[in-house]
């Protein structure tokens, strides 16, 4: 069995450049990688947190784990802003996928993904610094995906039957 090298912290920013660029070629595994490397020898990076968030969330469509792992690392981030607003992506970007995906019964758990998700932006934008509207256009965006798939929807109640044999 082979075991990971450790990289030198110095070399951390050069890496950070390097994971981001995995992400815009689609290649979030290779970022996931050089973020735990770097949050090997940096364990409060902030930059390799949210890259390693986004990167997760990236993988959502093809690993089951992304998003719960995605998730727990959000948890780690330094801010109140930057825990609500990088956890609301992780919903957002599960209901999306789960949408894109399709299947049946699919349309409740992605509206209520959503919801869940604008409630995520909505604690962000308490927390935000001015001149930071990133969680009104994250709030935005899942308001107009809502209103393009009028599919989505909340779960309709389960109403009991009157039992008729008696």
């Known amino acids: 069995m082979f075991a990971r090298k450790p990289i030198h912290k110095e ?5 950070l450049a ?10 979030p ?29 990236d993988e959502i469509p093809e690993d089951r784990r992304a998003f719960a ?3 727990e690392v959000a948890k ?23 949408h894109r ?3 049946h019964g699919v349309q409740s758990h992605v509206y209520e993904w959503l919801v869940h998700a ?10 935000q610094a001015p001149g930071n509207d990133d969680a009104v256009l994250r709030w935005n965006a899942c ?11 909340p779960h309709p109640e389960e109403v009991a039957e009157p039992i008729s044999s008696e």
């Open 11 to 15: 070399s951390v920013p050069g890496a």
């Open 18 to 27: 390097k994971a981001e660029r995995y992400r815009l070629l689609h290649e």
């Open 29 to 57: 595994g290779e970022a996931v990688s050089i973020c735990h490397d770097i949050l090997d020898v940096d364990p409060d990076n902030r930059a390799a947190l949210v890259t390693l968030v986004l990167a997760l969330t």
């Open 69 to 71: 792992e995605a998730l």
């Open 76 to 98: 780690r981030l330094p801010s109140e802003y930057d825990r609500a607003y990088y956890a609301g992506i992780c919903w957002e970007r599960r209901a999306k996928s789960k």
């Open 101 to 103: 995906r399709g299947g």
């Open 118 to 127: 604008l409630h995520l932006f909505e604690e962000a934008e308490r927390f």
């Open 143 to 153: 308001v107009r995906y809502l209103e393009r798939h009028k599919e989505l929807g």
